[in-house]
């Protein structure tokens, strides 16, 4: 007979190894099974251009990694895990040839924002005050506060629009084009709520902890992941696709580290019928197209200050970059759409050849559409950089299909794990007391798709996770446990 395990993980996404490790630490037995040759999900790195050049296939800077209270109790450094900080977490170009530039410090980024300084600091000064206080309610289910006032103050301007947010609060352009590229993270029209509370967190969290990149690319923190899960006895097999959940050897509890979409397909025929419908309901978001480049240079910025920045938002002001989020929000590609660039290598020399750099960018699109953005993209690279073009040595493009199929999870491109509007923010992916428990004892859901939603900060899985040891707890359920 097989081995029996008190947990099996499907999928080792940040969530998915969060949630094996939450359950190893305990003393549980633990399998994680991997359908790609490399664990990671959407932390791996891959060789997409040309030897030599490291690429992140999805996520590089990672605010959330140090926001996390999971992360904050795993010791990845131990594991190889070094992140570096660029000078500056974010730069916003604009069309005068300047740049707006979130600084660590709300002193540094308010003070050339004119007008708007006074503004600033008493928008992001108490949020970064309460940052320690605010992140643990944020990054979760709905459940009582700890710290109610934060969470208040956190509210009454997170749950509006960015639009209204930006215009109610600011007079001029440079601190409302910096808060509609943060909220234009959310995939969200900016004229809807709670596009505004996305803006907030990321900037928030650029200034308390920054926006980071993994030396040599963001398979480092899944490797260093899986390498502490190891430490803690857990198991990890790779190129093991699992088609069904019938097919996995014993174990009293599994965790899915996939999208509803994935756990129909995998374990549809254990669910009921009413809960399996709810799920065939979930509503995906937007997806992206992508593209990565290798160059002969640093991107020549028209601003020298967007140079310290790891992360670029190009779009120019709020009515452009609302603008560009309204047309995919209404299903067409965008003509001049917002563009989220990385330039890691120019804080990690491991990324490129001696001389060369990597850079990548994407752009919203609607679910699963096949248009090809490549010059809408680089044309706002243009915009911001002449002479852009001219330093490519070598591209890859991934439409919102190519996404999908480097990682199911991201159904149509979507790498927020579905719509994160306010009908499914908080009861995604059904709306249930305990939404990563599913009606059926023993099976939960551990992904991006349930609360807090995308990002590498693996709550979902910590929550998941302390569901099935609640489960694996009750006298009923004696545990064999590893010796």
């Given at each position: 007979m097989p081995e029996a395990r008190d947990a099996i993980v499907v999928g080792s996404g940040p969530n998915g190894l969060a949630a094996a490790i939450t359950l190893a630490r305990t003393g549980r037995s633990v399998l994680v099974l991997e359908a790609e040759p490399a664990v990671g999900g959407?932390?791996?790195?891959?060789?997409?251009?040309?030897?030599?050049?490291?690429?992140?296939?999805?996520?590089?800077?990672?605010p959330l990694l140090l926001g996390s209270p999971f992360f904050s109790e795993v010791p990845l450094d131990e594991h190889?895990?070094?992140?570096?900080q660029p000078p500056a977490p974010l730069a916003h170009p604009l069309d005068d040839g300047s740049a707006v530039v979130l600084e660590r410090?709300?002193?540094a980024t308010a003070a050339p924002l004119g007008p708007d300084?006074?503004?600033y600091r008493e928008l992001f000064g108490p949020l970064v005050g309460d940052a320690a206080r605010l992140l643990p309610g944020i990054l979760g289910p709905l459940r009582p506060p700890r710290h109610p006032l934060s969470l208040v103050r956190f509210g009454l301007s997170g749950l509006r629009s960015a639009q209204g947010l930006a215009r109610r609060r600011f007079e001029g352009e440079r601190?409302?084009?910096?808060?509609?590229?943060?909220?234009?993270?959310?995939?969200?029209?900016?004229?809807?709520?709670?596009?505004?509370?996305?803006?907030?967190?990321?900037?928030l969290l650029g200034h308390a902890v920054g926006w980071p990149v993994a030396r040599g690319g963001s398979q480092r923190i899944a490797d260093a992941l899986a390498s502490h899960l190891r430490s803690l006895g857990g198991e990890i097999e790779t190129g093991r696709r699992v088609r069904s959940i019938d097919e996995l050897p014993p174990a009293r509890a599994v965790l899915l580290d996939l999208s509803p979409r994935g756990v129909l397909e995998v374990a549809g025929h254990r669910l009921p019928d009413r809960?399996?419908?709810?799920?065939?309901?979930?509503?995906?978001?937007?997806?992206?197209?992508?593209?990565?480049w290798a160059l002969d240079a640093p991107i020549p910025w028209s601003a020298p200050e967007t140079a310290r920045a790891g992360t670029v938002h190009l779009g120019g002001s709020l009515a452009q970059i609302a603008a560009s989020e309204d047309a995919v929000a209404r299903g067409r590609p965008p003509e001049r759409p917002y563009v989220l660039l990385v330039q890691a290598s120019l804080f990690d020399p491991e990324r490129a050849p001696p001389g060369r750099h990597t850079a990548w960018g994407y752009c919203h699109v609607p679910n699963g559409c096949t248009a090809d953005m490549t010059g809408a993209i680089e044309a706002q690279i243009e915009r911001f950089a002449p002479g852009f073009t001219d330093r490519v040595l070598a591209r890859a493009r991934m439409t919102s299909a190519d996404v999908e199929r480097r990682n199911p999870n991201f159904v149509g491109g979507d790498i927020n794990g579905g719509r994160q509007d306010l009908g499914q923010l908080f009861t995604r992916p059904v709306a249930?007391?305990?939404p990563y428990a599913t009606?059926?004892?023993?099976?939960?859901?551990?992904?991006?798709?349930?609360?807090?939603?995308?990002?590498?900060?693996?709550?979902?899985g910590f929550f998941a996770a302390q569901g099935a040891l609640r489960g694996l707890d009750r006298p009923s359920r004696g545990a064999p446990r590893r010796a």
């Open positions: 959407g932390m791996r790195s891959e060789a997409l251009t040309l030897p030599g050049f490291v690429h992140d296939v999805c996520s590089t800077a990672h190889g895990l070094e992140l570096i410090s709300v002193e300084a006074t503004s601190a409302r084009a910096l808060v509609a590229g943060c909220a234009a993270h959310s995939m969200l029209s900016l004229s809807q709520s709670p596009s505004a509370a996305f803006g907030l967190v990321l900037a809960y399996r419908r709810a799920l065939g309901r979930f509503r995906y978001g937007p997806g992206i197209f992508k593209l990565d249930r007391p305990v009606p059926v004892e023993g099976i939960y859901i551990c992904s991006s798709s349930t609360p807090p939603g995308g990002g590498v900060h693996g709550m979902s």
